[in-house]
């Protein structure tokens, strides 16, 4: 399994951006594909997830702001990103997650800033 993150960039207080991950090899619609983000000197954090089975969920922080979408044809998986905050700044990666083990992609960097 690879993933490939795109669509990071500088945007400011208020902007929207869109990121999209592809997604290639074994992959099904039960697998959890999401978003995980890496703020600056901080901890990585799961942002959103979806899959068939659970649907769409999201961190208490971007609930009402980001939106987590998926082509189950194609195997990509996206995040609108809304209202972002400097707070959002961080590397923003994509994962895929079957049975126990969980695939990471690269990251791409999300900067927001005035």
């Known amino acids: 399994v690879q993933l490939q993150a795109s669509g990071g960039g500088l945007v400011q207080p208020g902007g929207s951006l869109r990121l999209s991950c592809a997604a290639s090899?074994?992959?099904?619609?039960?697998?959890?594909m999401g978003w995980y983000r890496q703020p600056p000197g901080k901890q990585r954090e799961w942002v959103a997830g979806?899959?068939?089975?659970?649907?769409?969920n999201y961190a208490d922080f971007v609930k009402g702001r980001f939106t987590i979408s998926r082509d189950y044809a194609k195997n990509m998986v996206y995040l609108q990103m809304n209202s972002l905050k400097p707070e959002d700044t961080a590397v923003y990666y994509c994962?895929?997650?079957?049975?126990?083990?969980?695939?990471w992609g690269q990251g791409t960097q999300v900067t927001v800033s005035s």
């Open positions: 979806i899959s068939s089975g659970a649907g769409a």
């Open positions: 994962a895929i997650s079957k049975g126990s083990y969980t695939y």
């Open positions: 090899g074994n992959i099904v619609s039960s697998d959890g």
